[in-house]
T-cell receptor, first 114, second 119 residues
Framework: QQQVKQSPQSLIVQKGGISIINCAYE??????FPWYQQFPGKGPALLIA?????SEKKEGRFTISFNKSAKQFSLHIMDSQPGDSATYFC?????????????FGRGTQLTVWP | EPEVTQTPSHQVTQMGQEVILRCVPI?????FYWYRQILGQKVEFLVS????????KSEIFDDQFSVERPDGSNFTLKIRSTKLEDSAMYFC?????????????????FGPGTRLTVT
């Protein structure tokens, strides 16, 4: 059973464009939603995260939009750059998990063309 | 900037052999985790660890797996008798404590991973 569904699987964007990656979840016990960026051969690196009591969080060119009623959240990358080309994972943390087990989406491979 | 480190970066082993994957979490972190990523698939939780005890484990973390914090800095994952399907990238992660946060846990920071290949 997929706890966190992520789409699209791959995304190609031109330099300067907006990249949008979407995630959806079913479990209302999730209380924290991080996004991770992963370059080939590296571990996932925390990019930005949001809690369900806010609808939007922005850090530089990266914005998370959160729709609690729809149980959806998305990552927007403004002015996408070739250096943003990586795999992006959304994740969710279960409130009932003592140490905050993360459930990951399947990942989106983003390619930004120069 | 502090980071999680893992050794080795790549381990090749024969089916049935034991392997130990090593991690050095960020020094002031209290919570430790192992995740794995089979090639091309999502990252999956294996186990979490605090105060020298397993806090939570997934259905993947069966009796072949064990974790240990043998000293004040290392955190290890042992696979007793490796199977072909254990081939994956194994990530260690650590997290600090923040009294002001719900649940007290800060973000999880991941190491670069150990690629385990079982032949």
């Amino acid at each position: 059973q997929q706890q966190v569904k992520q789409s699209p699987q791959s995304l190609i964007v031109q330099k300067g464009g907006i990249s949008i990656i979407n995630c959806a979840y079913e479990n209302t016990a999730f209380d924290y939603f991080p996004w991770y960026q992963q370059f080939p051969g590296k571990g996932p690196a925390l990019l930005i995260a949001i809690r369900p009591d806010v609808s939007e969080k922005k850090e530089g060119r990266f914005t998370i939009s959160f729709n609690k009623s729809a149980k959806q959240f998305s990552l927007h990358i403004m002015d996408s750059q070739p250096g943003d080309s990586a795999t992006y994972f959304c994740a969710a943390r279960h409130r009932g998990s003592t140490l905050g087990r993360l459930y990951f989406g399947r990942g989106t491979q983003l390619t930004v063309w120069p | 900037e502090p980071e999680v480190t893992q050794t080795p970066s790549h381990q090749v082993t024969q089916m049935g052999q034991e392997v130990i994957l090593r991690c050095v979490p960020i020094s002031n972190h209290l919570y430790f985790y192992w995740y794995r990523q089979i090639l091309g698939q999502k990252v999956e939780f294996l186990v979490s660890f605090y105060n020298n005890e397993i806090s939570e484990k997934s259905e993947i973390f069966d009796d072949q797996f064990s974790v240990e914090r043998p000293d004040g800095s290392n955190f290890t994952l042992k696979i007793r008798s490796t199977k072909l399907e254990d081939s994956a990238m194994y990530f260690c992660a650590s997290s600090g404590f923040d009294r002001g946060l719900a649940g007290g846990m800060r973000e999880q920071y991941f190491g670069p991973g150990t690629r385990l290949t079982v032949t």
